[in-house]
């Protein structure tokens, strides 16, 4: 299964960002994203941002990974 985590990021030094996932902040590549900024989220995927995405739309990612973990599937 493939699983993309949302973040936001922190800091942008091109071609890396420093994300922050919940409290954890992890270096990612943004070589697909090259307009991404401090403060816009992004969907990451082994090590590298995928897609810009909004405050809405992670709250709803955030409700299903949260369902997908009380049910045991993560």
Not at 2 to 25: D, K, Q, S, W, Y
Not at 31 to 40: F, S
Request: aromatic share 6%; hydrophobic share 45%.
């Amino acid at each position: 299964m493939c699983l993309a985590i949302p973040a936001e990021v922190e800091e942008v030094n091109f071609p890396i960002a420093i994300v922050n996932f919940g409290g954890t902040r992890k270096e990612v590549r943004i070589d697909l994203l090259p307009d991404v900024r401090v403060g816009d989220y992004v969907l990451v995927h082994v090590g590298y941002a995928i897609q810009k995405v909004d405050v809405k739309e992670v709250e709803e990612l955030a409700a299903i990974y949260q369902k997908l973990q009380e049910e045991g599937i993560l």
